[in-house]
């Protein structure tokens, strides 16, 4: 643990002495049941984070029941008859020397439409608040006052519980922060107009707490050090903010960004195209202003990112979740000189991203999450069987990796060179240095797991009925379209993987066919590279990549903003030429010149061989990943893992 020796150093706040400097920042996995009582996947879940070494687990919620940002599958601390439930999370917690923290917030405007009744202005103004579609009105004395009672009686109530801190979420322009923030005050009584209005409700509502709660419990408080919006709240009016209160709050916390802006909200969850390390000049610039320690938040990857951040003493904490997500042995991982097994969170927010909707949370790496409870109770297989992969793919090596993890004897055969499939494709584009370090990780994991690994061998089914395996996973994924277009064959007419495998041959002129994930993605690579890009398809432009989640899709197209490429849709391809692609618009021909055009019209799934083996042995084949339906990596672990669980459950 020497080189992580600043990281793993005790902290005391107030009466509470944290073990060492990493926490497991706010996040609502959605694993209670309707009324907000915690499931065995959700005690399970905080175990495994507990189990983690971080120091500290800040559990969200929010204080009112009709305007939850989220979701209605937070843990509740609204009634008495919730304490007992309550308790059992933080008993669990505390059995692995962790501390655990109720996050105190409303969300102001914010409201999931799914969730609950849309609340009306009473003055009939349309919303221009995209994409939630809340609004609220001026708050009156009476209800402000309620508000501070519930931050304080829901406070309270976890501490009964057990819970050790209070964290007052103060950022993202939810209602504390929409206090703070001149786009969103527009009081004109003594609560809005100059800072010192601005951030007098926000204080009243802090000292009440700190108040009610006494001298020795500690309050954590987070805020956006800029919303980024063009009249949002900046990180000099927070730093004056938190000046008012060092008596009062024990450690500051620093994200960034305004969920109810599209441009801004994509920095409050940051995704794999932004900033690594994005909020640490913030906490860097508070370290030389507040008289408290400061923690910060936002594409931290590694615990040697922490260990660097604490060291340089640009912050005193470091907060980690989806890394912690995707592979909950990290610090012990690293802290035993181990770092290249630890497996490395996308930045996807594919599968963790579900809470928004309601969902229970899942990860698109780590196939346990969400299924905590599962995992636990899972024994080494008592009966061994002999198993055969095809195809060395994600799904694939997830699954070599899950069968030999459980005790089975494993031969994967790939018909290629190298491990990794489609995830070398994914990974191409200069942004995406996760999705590499993930490929890198799968292939070494699969390398070491116990499998007998079989290169340049294309399983058939000769081979399965000479090696009788006890089950056979058909992971064979899926092959790129090339539909039979006129001049598709044209030099200046590349597949998406030749043209990702050799840039410097493509022209200055590029046009992209194919709306989806890969094309746009590339589009935007291209497009920063100083190519003059076109993509286009024939689905509406509004259609581009729609089956990517919320805050996906804005992240990508925040990026399709920076360039000047150009997206066409409603144009079907009918050839293609030495200048460029023929497409039919509206029934008119429409030629849109250029040097190269690259293919990247998606995949279909290569299922032939495994329909065969289904057909003749249905109990004994497993198809998985692409070959099952062309999806995505969380697809991929996914039917991988759940493929073993279901080949232990018939006695084959």
Request: glycine content about 8%; charged content about 25%.
């Amino acid at each position: 643990m020497n080189r992580y020796s600043h990281v793993f150093q005790p902290l005391r706040l107030r009466k509470m002495t944290l073990k060492n400097r990493i926490i497991f920042t706010p996040f609502v996995p959605c694993l209670v049941d309707s009324q907000g009582y915690p499931q065995p996947d959700m005690i399970n879940f905080i175990r495994i984070q507990a189990r983690t070494g971080a120091s500290n687990l800040i559990m969200g919620s929010i204080i009112d029941p009709d305007r939850r940002m989220c979701c209605h599958a937070d843990l509740d601390f609204l009634e008495d008859r919730f304490v007992s439930g309550l308790s059992l999370a933080a008993d669990e917690a505390h059995k692995y020397g962790a501390k655990i923290s109720y996050e105190v917030c409303h969300s102001g405007r914010g409201w999931m439409p799914s969730m609950g009744p849309l609340v009306l202005e009473e003055n009939g103004e349309e919303n221009d608040i995209p994409p939630l579609e809340s609004v609220c009105n001026i708050m009156t004395r009476e209800d402000m006052d309620w508000v501070k009672e519930e931050f304080i009686k829901t406070s309270l109530r976890a501490l009964k519980a057990g819970f050790d801190e209070i964290f007052m979420h103060v950022g993202h322009n939810n209602l504390m922060g929409a206090f703070m923030s001149p786009e969103t005050n527009h009081r004109t009584d003594e609560y809005g107009g100059s800072l010192e209005n601005r951030l007098r409700y926000p204080l009243e509502v802090a000292r009440a707490l700190r108040e009610a709660v006494g001298p020795d419990v500690p309050i954590e408080m987070r805020v956006s050090a800029e919303e980024r919006t063009p009249n949002g709240a900046t990180m000099e009016e927070c730093l004056t903010f938190l000046k008012e209160l060092e008596d009062v709050v024990d450690m500051a916390h620093f994200s960034m960004g305004n969920v109810f802006h599209e441009n801004s909200r994509v920095c409050t969850s940051p995704m794999y195209t932004l900033e690594h390390k994005q909020n640490v000049k913030y906490s860097e610039r508070a370290k030389q202003v507040l008289n408290m320690p400061v923690a910060v938040v936002g594409n931290i990857w590694t615990l040697q990112d922490a260990e660097d951040i604490i060291a340089g003493g640009q912050a005193d904490v470091v907060g980690f979740c989806r890394s912690l997500l995707a592979d909950p042995q990290m610090v012990w991982k690293s802290a035993a000189g181990r770092e290249d097994d630890v497996r490395p969170c996308l930045k996807c927010m594919d599968g963790c991203g579900r809470i928004f909707h309601g969902l229970p949370a899942r990860c698109a790496v780590n196939p346990e999450l969400g299924y905590e409870t599962e995992a636990r109770l899972l024994q080494p297989a008592a009966d061994r069987k002999k198993v055969l992969v095809i195809g060395g793919g994600p799904a694939g090596m997830q699954a070599a990796q899950s069968l030999t993890a459980r005790g089975h004897e494993v031969l994967l055969c790939e018909k290629s060179d190298r491990l990794g499939g489609k995830l070398h494709d994914a990974g191409c584009v200069s942004f995406k240095g996760l999705m590499r370090d993930y490929t890198d990780y799968m292939i070494r994991a699969t390398e070491r797991c116990g499998a007998e690994i079989r290169l340049n061998t294309e399983a058939t089914e000769m081979l399965v009925n000479e090696l009788k395996p006890d089950a056979v996973f058909v992971a064979t994924g899926a092959d790129f379209l090339k539909p039979p277009i006129p001049g598709i064959d044209n030099p200046n007419v590349l597949m998406l993987r030749e043209a990702e495998a050799d840039r410097q041959a493509l022209g200055e002129r590029i046009v992209i066919c194919g709306g989806g994930l890969s094309g746009v993605e590339l589009g935007v690579d291209l497009a920063k590279s100083g190519k003059k890009v076109t993509v286009l398809d024939m689905i509406p432009r509004e259609m581009f990549c729609n089956s990517l989640f919320d805050f996906a899709y804005e992240v990508l197209f925040h990026e399709v903003k920076k360039t000047d490429m150009e997206l066409l849709g409603d144009r079907k391809i009918l050839r293609f030429t030495e200048g460029g692609v023929l497409v039919d618009h509206d029934g008119a021909e429409e030629l849109i010149p250029c040097d190269n055009t690259i293919i990247a019209l998606g995949l279909k799934a290569d299922r032939s061989l495994g329909d065969r083996l289904y057909e003749k042995e249905p109990f004994r084949t497993f198809i998985i990943g692409d070959a099952s339906e062309v999806k995505n990596i969380r697809n991929a672990t996914r039917t991988a893992y759940d493929a073993v669980l279901a080949m232990e459950a018939f006695s084959l």
